[in-house]
């Protein structure tokens, strides 16, 4: 079992439309980060959450510990949101590594 | 803003060769790391590096491989005879506390 899953694989929105990519994982973390990588490859970070919800933009995302569980939210999508999302964790155990999620495949149509 | 920095943005290389990818990481940052991801897979740590020395290596991190700070600024990865199967794109990333990646290097092995 991945230490970081998320779901789901793959989503199709309509412009305009409210979208959630969850993320859970198995191991205690220290932070959890949401990534965006675009078709070319390139890596941006949107998030380090170790607590609560941090929002930029129309980005919202949530993290609850306890239930070992993170939620990125995109309020408004639009066809420039198109893009894998990414989750990934820094664990107690682990030092300052990252351990992937399998990233979530959306594609916003106009 | 500050970014981290790679070169070249592809490399072409011949199995048994040797290749060194460059990173330039955020200038007040502490921490460096290289990550890969296979074409279709999740990105991977490889190593991690501070205070001049590895801090942090996973089982891909094997004796083909080694990273350098040969200055101030640059960070290196180096492998000493390429296989089929390092054909990869390779993150470099950075932190104070948030990690920030660089635009990757695809690395085709022939």
């Known amino acids: 079992k991945n230490e970081v899953e998320q779901s789901p694989q793959n989503l199709t929105a309509q412009e305009g439309e409210f979208i959630t990519i969850n993320c859970s994982y198995s191991?205690?973390?220290?932070?959890l980060h949401w990534l965006q990588q675009h078709p070319g490859g390139g890596i941006v970070s949107l998030f380090m959450?170790?607590?609560g919800k941090k929002k930029h933009g129309r980005l919202i995302a949530t993290i609850n510990i306890q239930e070992k569980h993170s939620s990125l939210h995109i309020t408004a999508s639009h066809p420039r949101d198109s893009a894998v999302y990414i989750c990934?964790?820094?664990?107690?155990?682990?030092?300052?590594?990252?351990?992937f999620g399998e990233g979530t495949q959306l594609t916003v149509n106009p | 803003e500050p970014e981290v920095t790679q070169t070249p943005s592809h490399q072409v290389t011949q199995m048994g060769q040797e290749v060194i990818l460059r990173c330039v990481p955020i200038?007040?940052?502490?921490?460096f790391y290289w990550y890969r991801q296979i074409l279709g897979q999740k990105v991977e740590f490889l190593v991690s590096?501070?205070?001049?020395?590895?801090?942090?290596k996973s089982e891909i991190f094997d004796d083909q491989f080694s990273v350098e700070r040969p200055d101030g600024s640059n960070f290196t990865l180096k492998i000493r005879s390429t296989k089929l199967e390092d054909s990869a794109m390779y993150f470099c990333?950075?932190?104070?506390?948030?990690?920030?990646f660089g635009p990757g290097t695809r690395l085709t092995v022939t």
């Open positions: 990333a950075s932190s104070e506390t948030a990690q920030y």
């Open positions: 191991v205690g973390i220290s932070a």
């Open positions: 959450l170790s607590s």
């Open positions: 990934a964790v820094r664990s107690w155990t682990s030092g300052s590594r990252l351990t």
């Open positions: 200038s007040n940052h502490l921490y």
């Open positions: 590096f501070y205070n001049n020395e590895i801090s942090e």
